[in-house]
């Protein structure tokens, strides 16, 4: 079975975001950017299923610019087998990536399409719902364990109230939680190995993708600045200002 597995290029999740001057978006020249961290776990959980011979190929994917080329040799450091680059000039909205991962999927036919819960960037959380429903796939999203079976996959997900369990007919769309795994670093000889391992490149316009926005972003602002707290010498003093103050009690 081939799985597919999607890395985003995002600010790297220790840099401090700055917003644009004029409040249209994020800072994103001369910043460390690094591969979104739930698509790590996606690499991770990809590489144990090929380590333990359920999978047969891992195929990395991501859309972006150029420089996204970067993350995919990250995903081929940590294990992945080859990477397709689908080069978009201008940052695509989550159902524009999805139709563009639609294509490749239907190109490559992978048993199971891995992509993270969520990109650190724009916190949508939805590529792998849209790609799914694209697909007319079942999907397990926010996967904390994957158990494979014959035809079907049992996936725990992590929900409100504790976990779910679900059974889905291969091929399927999983999209990884937090506790899925922890994903391991590449080693040196690893990016070494990962610079000859192939690189296919599509555009846009050969998988037929419209990169054409829907959604106008308004303004983007920093959070509210959080004011300094005030010490309290004991119990009373506290009880006093949360009436009298914060009145919350
Ligand atoms: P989002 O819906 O934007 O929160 O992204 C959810 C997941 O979809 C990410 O964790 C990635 O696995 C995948 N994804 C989103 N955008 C891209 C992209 N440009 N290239 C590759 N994968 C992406």
């Known amino acids: 079975m081939k799985v597919l597995v999607t890395v985003k290029r995002v600010i790297d999740a220790n840099v401090k975001v700055r917003v644009k001057a004029d409040q249209k978006g994020i800072e994103t020249q ?4 690094a591969m979104n961290p739930f698509d790590e776990i996606g690499v991770e959980e990809a590489i144990r299923l090929k380590e333990k011979g359920v ?3 891992v195929v990395a994917v991501a859309v972006g610019v150029e420089k996204t080329q970067e ?3 990250t995903a081929l450091a940590m294990g992945a087998d080859r990477a397709i680059h689908v080069l978009s000039e201008t940052e695509l909205e989550p159902l524009g990536v999805a139709k563009a991962l639609k294509a ?5 036919a992978p048993g199971l399409v891995i992509l993270g819960k969520q990109a650190i960037d724009d916190d949508c959380s939805q590529t792998g719902q849209m790609l799914a429903a694209l697909l007319a796939w079942p999907q397990g999203t926010f996967a904390s364990k994957l158990e494979i079976g014959e035809g079907e996959i049992e996936v725990t997900r992590e929900v409100d109230n504790g976990l779910e369990t679900v059974m889905l007919k291969m091929p399927a769309v999983i999209t990884t939680d937090l506790r899925l795994n922890e994903p391991r670093y590449a080693s040196l000889p690893n990016i070494m190995k990962a610079k000859k391992k192939p690189m296919e490149k599509k555009t846009l316009v050969d998988l037929g993708v419209d990169p054409a926005p829907r959604l106008v972003v308004l303004k983007v602002e920093e959070p509210p600045k959080r004011e300094a707290g005030v010490k309290v010498t004991d119990a009373g003093e506290l009880v006093e200002k949360l009436r009298s103050e914060a009145k919350v009690i």
């Open 55 to 57: 999978a047969s190929e």
């Open 71 to 73: 993350t995919l040799r």
């Open 30 to 33: 001369n910043v460390k950017m």
């Open 104 to 108: 490749v999927v239907d190109a490559e």
